[in-house]
């Protein structure tokens, strides 16, 4: 059985506090390896939910280097609601990983809905947008700030080297 391989990503809602930013990146490095890609700061305006955070709210995108495979991904959003708890109470920061392969961004939370498919007992994924006739196309369901374009350079900038790296020969690879 073949099993899907992607680049981990990490979508993190903060306050826009860079400490806080810098302390979140170098826990996540250590837990999930090097990052690649680290996108702007994007104003985060959706919704009320994430208050507790803070207020102005902003986005930020990590992305891993080396391919994982898909059945990482309940482990990892486990160790994202581990920073998240020990980020302050309330939780200064949200962490939401997932993977992005050739043809969809997969998303891991912690609620149910009826799109998303369980992946352990408390937690569920999501194919949050999909690659359809070279863009990103959002579903229904889809977060709103999802639904806008603001994300997509810096996601096909990591789609990019998601079929680069599938794509070089394993022998170059190891050079």
Known sequence: ???????LVAGVLYDGEISLWDWAVQEMSRLWGE???ISDMYPF???NYYKEIGDPLFRRFLSFKNLSEGNIL????IQAIALEQRSGTPRKINID??????ARLILASTKDRAQR??????????VTLRYKKKRWTPFDYTFPDFQETTYYPFLEKIRT???????????????
Not at 166 to 171: D, L, V
């Open 74 to 77: 309940a482990k990892r959003k």
């Open 45 to 47: 305006t959706c919704t």
């Open 117 to 126: 498919i369980p992946i352990s007992e408390t937690l569920y994924a999501e």
């Open 97 to 102: 990983p997932g993977l992005l392969d050739g």
């Open 1 to 7: 059985m073949k099993v899907m391989k992607g680049k």
């Open 161 to 175: 080297d998601v079929l680069e790296e599938i794509h070089t020969p394993k022998e170059e690879k190891h050079k």
């Open 35 to 37: 990052v690649q890609r």
